[in-house]
Nanobody, 126 residues
Framework: QVQLVESGGGLVQAGGSLNLTCTFS????????FGWFRQAPGKEREFVAA????????KYADSVVGRFSISGDNAKNTVYLQMNGLKPEDTAVYYC???????????????????WGQGTQVTVSS
C-alpha cells in the first residue's frame, strides 16, 4: 500500500528557508509523478510544485517561481521541496501527493493527485 510521510515544516521568519521532505513507500517510486500542494486555514488546497520522474521535468505555481525548488532521490524514495525567501503568505499545511498517470504532462489539478500524506505545517512570521 502506498504511503507518504511529509516532514521538515516549522516556524521561520520571513526571508528564511525550509526544506520539506516527502518519503514514499509501498510501490515503485518511478511509477508516479509527485506534487506538493498547500492549504492555508479557510482556503482550498492549492498547487505548489510537481516533478515528473521519467525526465525530471518540473512545474511550479507562479507564486513560488524562483523561490521554491522540487527535487527527488529515488534511491531514498524521497521528494524534496526546498523553500527559500519565505513569505507570510506561504504559511500553510504542505502535502505531497502522487499521480500515477506518468504518461501525461505534469498537472496542477488537485483531482489528479491521490495518496496524500498527513501534511507538515509551515508558519512564516513577518
Amino acid at each position: 500500500q502506498v504511503q507518504l510521510v511529509e516532514s521538515g515544516g516549522g516556524l521561520v521568519q520571513a526571508g528564511g528557508s525550509l526544506n520539506l521532505t516527502c518519503t514514499f513507500s509501498g510501490r515503485t517510486f518511478s511509477g508516479f509523478n509527485f506534487g506538493w500542494f498547500r492549504q492555508a486555514p479557510g482556503k482550498e488546497r492549492e498547487f505548489v510544485a510537481a516533478i515528473k520522474w521519467s525526465d525530471r521535468s518540473t512545474k511550479y505555481a507562479d507564486s513560488v517561481v524562483g523561490r521554491f525548488s522540487i527535487s527527488g532521490d529515488n534511491a531514498k524514495n524521497t521528494v524534496y521541496l526546498q523553500m527559500n525567501g519565505l513569505k507570510p503568505e506561504d504559511t500553510a499545511v504542505y502535502y505531497c501527493g502522487t499521480d500515477w498517470r506518468i504518461w501525461l504532462p505534469l498537472t496542477t489539478q488537485l483531482s489528479s493527485y491521490e495518496r496524500w500524506g498527513q501534511g507538515t505545517q509551515v508558519t512564516v512570521s513577518s
